[in-house]
């Protein structure tokens, strides 16, 4: 029992990081339909930013924390300015491509400009370990599990409360229709898109405390793996990024606390196969009607 | 409708390839290709295998699939293993049977349920799929984990390649220009609309997807013979990415397409080589440059056909265009 909730502490801290990036996966599919790859690489680029604003202008974590999101929203409008905008019209598959296009940009560029060698974070937070019942916590896990919330739960704020959240979900629903009642769908896209990177951005630089390194290709598994999360949440839909991100998290943690740590992949996949097969748009996705 | 194997058409055919196959033998003997360069010519010729399998499954019959490196390192771990234990021409020769079964298997276990799924979904449970057989292959103690075989037997020679990279072609263009594959571009523009004419969708999804992963088996065997060293790493996410790219940068449902796009990265590659670094990031930029400005990719759905080759004056246009592409 004290083993299974130190694996629950383990893997909800986890699974924290993986929701945080699939909401980002989210939202930009459930406006543009796009599978944005690049996304992954944002969650690098903040790690590097919170890396530089941690040692090289000593700002303390929260200042940081701040900080990175606003320069990662700050470069991912300018990705989606110059990406994304010119493809609105073409196919998805070609906006795939360059999605794929930005994320190799991303990392070489990063790899260019940093040296490939990797980095240490350094703590800017104290570890200190709590044992409450048996159960070990780490404090850093802690900051992580708190700020996470706190960033989702802004997160729904923002989207079903205000102005703006209520512009971005009828874009999502029906974008001729949105622009027809007078939503800039422009500026909603872009303000997605900031909103999904600083997200991201935040889930870097809780990685780098939490790992201690930063390295420019961190961004591709968990990348992958934020994604799968959104897909099993039913992607689009915001509380089934958490839930996904939480799931995954979980399942993997378990599968390498009592199974083998080299199958975890492997069952998460395995999961994500069979609810797509069961239930294809995701765990809170709803069954559209095929139209003819 | 009676159609000989030796007609007009296909003997034209057999004499570009014939062509081709003698003045590149001819560069080779004349060491303009050297053995550096003969390396990106078996990459050009393995990719285009590739390029053109998976632009059966996505470009002809619309399913978009991201798992197709799986089936490549079925094959290219079939032929390594074999090679190992029988390091001649029967052992590769076997090694390809062997992949083809396991492929044919699998790729039709996994179709089954996995091609009901649409759009996005399928892409993401194909990955999903490519990643399982790379944990597979990683644990299994056969294929000798995370440090891959190495030492693989160098068997594949020029003609060898060629023969195999033309046979793949020659069967993919017949697959598309055959009742199947018509059938599959009926799915690709409307299910809906080819299921109610009466067109079994899954039955030819199914074809199409395993027909694509018998042909990424054979690529992956002659990959595995000609690059001496397989690890599991070599074949995940970003190798059926690779293989993704060159299917939209030459135009997807191209098969003409597929196969120039293998032939151009392979001499980018070649060109951007000494930039190390930098290679990259002006891969990256011109992938992003292409889709922008080119998003049906270069050749759109253009195939090259021999009859506009033979009634060249009314198409003088269209003839310069295919003869670039042949040269």
Redesign the interface.
Known sequence: MQEFLQQLVNGLSIGSIYALIALGYTMV?GII?L?NFAHGDMYMIGAYIGLVSVTVFKLPFFLALISTMVFTALIGILIERI?YK??RK??R???L??A??????L???V??IMGAKIYTFPSVLNNELYVVGGIRINSQQLVIFVTSIALMFLLQLIVQKTKIGRAMRSVAVDQDAARLMGVNVDHVITLTFAIGSSLAAAAGILVGIYYNTVNPLMGFAPG?KA??AA?FGG?GIIPGAMIGGFSIGLIETFVSGYGST??K??VV??I??LI??VK??GLLGKNKK?K? | MKQTLLNKKNLTWLAIAIVIFVVVQLLIDARIISPYYRVTLFWICIFAILGVSLNIIIGVTGQFSLGHAGFMSIGAYSAAVLLKMMPDYTGLAIGIGVGLVISFVVSFIVAMPTLRLKGDYLAIATLGVGEIIRIIILNMTITNGASGISNIPFLVNWPMMFVFTVLAIALSANFKNSAIGRACISIKEDEIASEAMGINTTKYKVTAFVFGALLASIAGALYATSYYVIKPETFGITNSINILVIVVFGGMGSLTGSVVAAIVLGIINIILQPLAELRMIIYALALIGIMIFRPQGLLGTYEASISSLFDFKSHFKRFTKAGKEKA
């Open positions: 599919y339909k599978i990406a010119p493809l073409s196919t598959v070609a906006a491509i360059t794929i296009g930005v994320s190799f940009f990392q070489n560029i790899s260019r992958l994604f799968v897909v992607i080299l199958y992949d492997a996949y395995i994500l196969i797509l097969i294809p748009s095929e003819v």
